[in-house]
T-cell receptor
Framework: DAGITQSPRHKVTETGTPVTLRCHQT?????MYWYRQDPGHGLRLIHY???????DKGEVSDGYSVSRSKTEDFLLTLESATSSQTSVYFC?????????????FGDGTRLSIL | TQLLEQSPQFLSIQEGENLTVYCNSS?????LQWYRQEPGEGPVLLVT?????EVKKLKRLTFQFGDARKDSSLHITAAQPGDTGLYLC???????????FGQGTELSVKP
């Protein structure tokens, strides 16, 4: 299995508080992705990174920011959490961004915002 | 905006039955991937198809990419309880490896 660790695995917090989720990889893959998974929506891309300090938005990026200061770590931050951001968040990595490249996923972070 | 419509969303069948899951779009994708996800875990890649009309088989699972690269199907023969899970299709482009996921098909195979 690809070495991907997401932390925390579970978190409950209150509306308006900042939240940071961490994704750590040991595969030295260039590309990293953050998705959220909600019933009836499959997985939706929030942000992705194609290298250290290189990031871009996905289809549901509003309310989220990311940072990648090292190859192995990709952080997702909710500056001021809202109840609509209650979801399961998945990190994925890929060796390259070419067509057909497989993505390997972490086991997710279940985030509840009350 | 690219969309992938996956159907059915829920499927409950008896062991030994056959089933097909469909993934359709009005957009052309450079690749189509199928993932399987178990509760509490991340999706795991089953197969990638990249050529229009391509068919790939993985034991009792058959994957097909449409000729126009807008649709795909997953056929399972003689389903077993171990096939139970969430199946996700995902269309890929050449821009940063981004994937567009379908809504998923929750499959339950009863003994």
């Amino acid at each position: 299995d690809a070495g991907i660790t997401q932390s925390p695995r579970h978190k409950v917090t209150e509306t308006g508080t900042p939240v940071t989720l961490r994704c750590h990889q040991t595969e030295n893959h260039r590309y990293m992705y953050w998705y959220r998974q909600d019933p009836g929506h499959g997985l939706r891309l929030i942000h992705y990174s194609y290298g250290v300090k290189d990031t871009d938005k996905g289809e549901v990026s509003d309310g989220y920011s990311v940072s990648r200061s090292k190859t192995e770590d990709f952080l997702l931050t909710l500056e001021s959490a809202t109840s609509s951001q209650t979801s399961v968040y998945f990190c994925a990595i890929s060796e390259s961004g070419g067509a057909g490249q497989p993505q390997h996923f972490g086991d997710g972070t279940r985030l509840s915002i009350l | 905006t690219q969309l992938l419509e996956q159907s059915p969303q829920f499927l409950s069948i008896q062991e030994g039955e056959n089933l097909t899951v469909y993934c359709n779009s009005s957009s052309v994708f450079s690749s189509l991937q199928w993932y399987r996800q178990e509760p509490g875990e991340g999706p795991v890649l089953l197969v990638t198809v990249v050529t229009g009309g391509e068919v790939k088989k993985l034991k009792r699972l058959t994957f097909q990419f449409g000729d126009a690269r807008k649709d795909s199907s997953l056929h399972i023969t003689a389903a077993q309880p171990g096939d139970t899970g969430l199946y996700l299709c995902a269309g890929g482009d050449n821009q940063g490896g981004k994937l567009i996921f379908g809504q998923g098909t929750e499959l339950s195979v009863k003994p």
